[in-house]
C-alpha cells in the first residue's frame, strides 16, 4: 500500500517499484488523500484550467485512473480536500475544512479502516518533513504512521461492521528526490557535456545544508521506468512531457541510477543479517541496502516472488 497525497505524487514518487512488484503478482494499492482540488496547472502545453475546484478534480480523477492503469496498481481515494500549497510572507492561513486542519483522528480513520480491509505487508509513504514541506504531505505522513500504528488494534478505530484488525510488517518512506542521487546523475550529465536540471537544486540544498535521511533499501527499476514515465505523462495537468521529469536521458539513467530507494522507518519483522534477503552494497560507500521491500516477509530468502498484498 502506497500512501500519496495528491493524484500525480504516485507517479514521482515509487511508481517504478510498485509497477516492478504489479508486475510479479503482487497486489499493490495506492490511497490518494485528496482530490488535488487545488492544484495549479503546471504543464505550459495543458490548455486552460478547469475553472472550479469541482471540474479540477474530476479531470484529475481522470488522469490518476490512467496513471494507475499505466502502472498496473489498484487506487482508491480518501476523499478529502486537498489544503493548497500556502504562499508569501507571512504565509496565510489553510483553508477551512482542508485535509491538513482534519483532526488526526478523523484524517487516520479511513487509512485504517483500507489497511484493515485490503491488509497490506508492507506501507510505503513520505518522511516527517513531507519530502518537502506541502502541508498535505506533512498531514500524509502523520496519518500514514498512525495507521500503521493502529490498524492492527481491536481496541482502537472500532466500527461496527469494519473489518478485522491487521497490522503491516513494514512501513517505509520513499527517497524519491535524495541528494545521492540528485548529485551523482548532475555529475554524469555535466560529464556527458549535457545540461543537468539540477544545478541550481544542488546548491540551493547545499546552501540550506539540509539534512540527508538514511536509505536502507534500494529496488531495481531499470525493466519499469517506461511505465514510470507513462504514469507521469498520464497527470497532464502536472507533469510537463519536455519538463523536468524527463530532463535526464534514459540511458544515462540506466547506466547511473537505475534505483528508486527507500527508507525502512518501522518493521515487525526482523531485517537484520540473513532476514534481508539479497542485499546490494555500494561501491563507493561500502553501504549495504535492502533490494527488496519484503525482506523479512518472504517464506525464504532468495525464493521467487510470490503474490501478497503490499
Same mark, same amino acid.
Given at each position: 500500500?502506497?500512501?500519496?497525497?495528491?493524484?500525480?505524487?504516485?507517479?514521482?514518487?515509487?511508481?517504478?517499484?510498485?509497477?516492478?512488484?504489479?508486475?510479479?503478482?503482487?497486489?499493490?494499492?495506492?490511497?490518494?488523500?485528496?482530490?488535488?482540488?487545488?492544484?495549479?496547472?503546471?504543464?505550459?502545453?495543458?490548455?486552460?484550467?478547469?475553472?472550479?475546484?469541482?471540474?479540477?478534480?474530476?479531470?484529475?480523477?481522470?488522469?490518476?485512473?490512467?496513471?494507475?492503469?499505466?502502472?498496473?496498481?489498484?487506487?482508491?481515494?480518501?476523499?478529502?480536500?486537498?489544503?493548497?500549497?500556502?504562499?508569501?510572507?507571512?504565509?496565510?492561513?489553510?483553508?477551512?475544512?482542508?485535509?491538513?486542519?482534519?483532526?488526526?483522528?478523523?484524517?487516520?480513520?479511513?487509512?485504517?479502516?483500507?489497511?484493515?480491509?485490503?491488509?497490506?505487508?508492507?506501507?510505503?509513504?513520505?518522511?516527517?518533513?513531507?519530502?518537502?514541506?506541502?502541508?498535505?504531505?506533512?498531514?500524509?505522513? +502523520?496519518?500514514? &504512521? !498512525?495507521?500503521?500504528? @493502529? $490498524?492492527?488494534?481491536?481496541?482502537?478505530?472500532?466500527? *461496527?461492521? =469494519? #473489518? /478485522?484488525?491487521?497490522?503491516?510488517?513494514?512501513?517505509?518512506?520513499?527517497?524519491?528526490?535524495?541528494?545521492?542521487?540528485?548529485?551523482?546523475?548532475?555529475?554524469?550529465?555535466?560529464?556527458?557535456?549535457?545540461?543537468?536540471?539540477?544545478?541550481?537544486?544542488?546548491?540551493?540544498?547545499?546552501?540550506?545544508?539540509?539534512?540527508?535521511?538514511?536509505?536502507?533499501?534500494?529496488?531495481?527499476?531499470?525493466?519499469?521506468?517506461?511505465?514510470?514515465?507513462?504514469?507521469?505523462?498520464?497527470?497532464?495537468?502536472?507533469?510537463?512531457?519536455?519538463?523536468?521529469?524527463?530532463?535526464?536521458?534514459?540511458?544515462?539513467?540506466?547506466?547511473?541510477?537505475?534505483?528508486?530507494?527507500?527508507?525502512?522507518? +518501522?518493521?515487525? &519483522? !526482523?531485517?537484520?543479517? @540473513? $532476514?534481508?534477503?539479497?542485499?546490494?552494497?555500494?561501491? *563507493?560507500? =561500502? #553501504? /549495504?541496502?535492502?533490494?527488496?521491500?519484503?525482506?523479512?516477509?518472504?517464506?525464504?530468502?532468495?525464493?521467487?516472488?510470490?503474490?501478497?498484498?503490499?
Amino acid at each position: 500500500m502506497a500512501v500519496h497525497a495528491h493524484p500525480d505524487d504516485e507517479s514521482s514518487k515509487g511508481a517504478a517499484t510498485m509497477a516492478r512488484y504489479a508486475a510479479e503478482g503482487v497486489e499493490v494499492l495506492v490511497v490518494t488523500c485528496t482530490g488535488g482540488e487545488r492544484g495549479d496547472i503546471l504543464n505550459p502545453r495543458f490548455g486552460p484550467a478547469p475553472e472550479t475546484p469541482e471540474a479540477m478534480a474530476a479531470l484529475r480523477r481522470e488522469e490518476m485512473a490512467a496513471a494507475a492503469a499505466a502502472l498496473g496498481v489498484r487506487q482508491e481515494w480518501l476523499g478529502f480536500v486537498d489544503s493548497g500549497l500556502p504562499e508569501g510572507d507571512p504565509l496565510p492561513p489553510l483553508p477551512e475544512g482542508c485535509f491538513a486542519l482534519v483532526p488526526l483522528e478523523t484524517a487516520a480513520a479511513p487509512l485504517v479502516e483500507a489497511v484493515r480491509r485490503f491488509r497490506p505487508h508492507v506501507m510505503t509513504t513520505y518522511d516527517p518533513s513531507g519530502g518537502y514541506p506541502h502541508p498535505d504531505h506533512i498531514k500524509t505522513h +502523520e496519518v500514514s &504512521v !498512525e495507521a500503521f500504528a @493502529a $490498524a492492527g488494534d481491536p481496541e482502537r478505530y472500532v466500527v *461496527d461492521g =469494519g #473489518a /478485522e484488525p491487521w497490522a503491516p510488517g513494514k512501513l517505509y518512506y520513499n527517497h524519491g528526490f535524495s541528494m545521492a542521487r540528485i548529485r551523482s546523475v548532475h555529475e554524469a550529465m555535466l560529464g556527458a557535456g549535457l545540461e543537468s536540471p539540477f544545478g541550481e537544486w544542488v546548491e540551493s540544498r547545499a546552501a540550506r545544508e539540509i539534512p540527508e535521511r538514511e536509505v536502507t533499501t534500494r529496488i531495481d527499476v531499470r525493466e519499469h521506468l517506461d511505465q514510470r514515465d507513462a504514469a507521469l505523462r498520464a497527470h497532464a495537468t502536472q507533469i510537463d512531457p519536455d519538463g523536468f521529469f524527463f530532463a535526464v536521458p534514459r540511458d544515462l539513467e540506466l547506466e547511473v541510477w537505475p534505483w528508486e530507494e527507500y527508507e525502512l522507518a +518501522e518493521s515487525r &519483522v !526482523e531485517v537484520a543479517g @540473513a $532476514a534481508r534477503g539479497d542485499a546490494d552494497t555500494d561501491a *563507493d560507500s =561500502g #553501504a /549495504e541496502y535492502e533490494t527488496d521491500l519484503f525482506a523479512g516477509l518472504r517464506p525464504e530468502v532468495g525464493a521467487e516472488p510470490v503474490r501478497q498484498d503490499a
